[in-house]
């Protein structure tokens, strides 16, 4: 098996693997971000370049360089290769420029965006972009669209990666949408007077990295580092039935496939993954639907995180308190990074 090095980490990996998923055998920062790959997608990758590196030798037998940053996610791996990612000044500030072309047509609306807190974009922007563009042009602008009775699209924040496309193509029974136009008239629609209307439907949503594509059913309810997310799964005969409920109090506000550290759905012993289908993830928003298997392991680095669970009742029970009321039937108790409620 070849045996490839990156940023000063050796790893031995079997024929075929990618750079992607080699650095994802390791782990940790070295792992190059990602906006258009998708493991259980075939065909995912190679649009968006942000997960691009420095190949320093090319292998072993032949230990020239390759002159340009490659795309990982299509880069296979040979025997004796060196790979420069995070180590690599020239890399960092290559997919820099590829962040700031990702931004230039796309809104700044964050604050009013349902996909805050969870978007890769913000991601990739804080962690790999610039506190500036020096685009001067306006930005393309869209309406936005109905594709589906509880589906939104708002192409204006649409990166183009291909994701939803992939999933109308090969896990539902009828694509009715795709890529139209090109350039930067390029522009995810439907067939005319068509609409996307499906058992799996919803799972375009799910595996959009940014805000484009919307549950209807959540729109502007809450925040998700409001809410608290709980593994739950039910007897389904379309789908696993394995799903991550999002709770605000006692109500479900939405529902989504799980995830894992990669942002895409959790696959199962075969290793395929686990798409839900529309009764699961529209149809069961109460809790006497599902069967709770425990609160969802957040990563510590996410906003998710933030005050959960024990803080959610500590911010409440002080935002009554400063405003005279009482904090009826909650029940003060102190988590880990829980407010001090003897801090007046």
């Known amino acids: ?36 790959y998708y493991s259980s997608l075939k065909t995912s990758g190679g649009y968006c370049r942000t997960c691009i ?28 290769m060196v790979v420069r990612n995070i180590t690599s000044p020239e890399n960092l500030e290559a997919r820099a420029g590829v962040v700031e072309f990702l931004l230039l047509n796309h809104p700044l609306d964050c604050p009013v965006c349902d996909q805050a807190g969870e978007c890769h974009l913000q991601d990739l922007s804080y962690e790999n972009g610039k506190s500036e563009t020096r685009y001067e042009f306006p930005r393309r602008e869209f309406d936005p669209i109905d594709i589906g ?38 522009e995810i ?14 799972n375009v949503i799910d595996v959009c990295p940014v805000g484009a594509l919307t549950d209807k059913t959540f729109r502007f309810k809450s925040r998700v580092w409001y809410t608290k997310p709980l593994d739950a799964h039910r007897d389904c005969k379309k789908c696993s039935g394995k799903v991550r409920l999002w709770y605000q109090g006692e109500e479900v506000l ?3 496939a799980r995830k894992d550290e990669w942002g895409e759905v959790e696959k199962n012993e075969a290793g395929n993954a686990d798409w839900i289908c529309n009764e699961c993830r529209f149809d069961k928003k109460e809790a006497k639907d599902w069967t709770i298997d425990g609160p969802t392991k957040v990563d510590r680095h996410s906003v998710i995180s933030a005050n959960h669970y024990e803080g959610l009742k500590m911010i409440k029970a002080d935002t009554l308190r400063m405003m005279g009321a009482k ?18």
């Open 1 to 36: 098996m070849p045996i490839v090095t990156i940023d000063d980490i050796k790893i031995e990996v079997p024929e075929g693997t990618s750079i992607l998923q080699a650095a994802r055998m390791i782990g940790g920062d070295i792992v190059p971000p990602t906006m258009c």
């Open 53 to 80: 590196v420095k190949v320093e030798q090319g292998s072993a037998k032949d230990p020239r360089p390759i002159p340009k940053p490659v795309a990982s996610c299509r880069t296979t791996v040979m025997d004796g």
């Open 149 to 186: 009775d509880k589906i939104k699209l708002h192409m204006n924040r649409c990166i183009l990666c291909y994701r939803c496309v992939k999933v109308a193509d090969q896990i539902t029974d009828g694509r009715c949408h795709g890529v139209i136009n090109r350039g930067e008239a390029a």
């Open 189 to 202: 629609s439907t067939y005319i007077e068509q609409a996307i209307d499906n058992d799996f439907s919803g």
């Open 254 to 256: 939405r529902v989504t």
């Open 327 to 344: 904090p009826h039937g909650i029940k003060v108790e102190l988590g880990e990074g829980a407010l001090d409620p003897n801090n007046k």
